[in-house]
Structure formats: structure tokens, C-alpha cells
């Protein structure tokens, strides 16, 4: 339930947010990877992406 409740308030903020176009070439063994664990966490793969970037520079910045 709490992880419920993150994600919705991670969308929330996440739309009052500007948003940009972001291309990257991935191997797709790992796209399909991250592709079929949104489809089981119902997320959206931006969401996703947005999630995983901030958690890397979190930790980027830990250091």
C-alpha cells in the first residue's frame, strides 16, 4: 500500500513537471526487461525513467 501511495505522488509532482523528449539507444535484452516490469507494476515506463534517474544521482550525490 505505501509503495501505492509513493507512486501515485511520484505522478503527481512528476506532471507539473516540464517534460522533454529523451532518446537513448539501450541493448534490448534490457529494454524488454524494463518493458515487461512496467507492464507488472502498472507504471508507466516514464515514470520509470524518471524514478531511475533520481535514485542514481541520489546516490551519485551520497558519495
Not at 5 to 18: L, Y
Not at 26 to 40: A, E, K, S, T, Y
Not at 43 to 61: D, K, M, S, V, W
Amino acid at each position: 500500500m505505501m509503495e501505492n501511495r509513493h507512486a501515485h505522488a511520484s505522478a503527481e509532482a512528476e506532471s507539473t513537471e516540464a517534460l522533454v523528449n529523451l532518446n537513448a539507444r539501450v541493448p534490448r535484452h534490457l529494454w524488454r526487461r524494463v518493458r515487461l516490469q512496467c507492464l507488472r507494476d502498472e507504471r508507466l515506463l516514464r515514470t520509470f525513467i524518471t524514478e531511475a534517474l533520481r535514485e542514481y544521482l541520489r546516490g551519485r550525490a551520497a558519495r
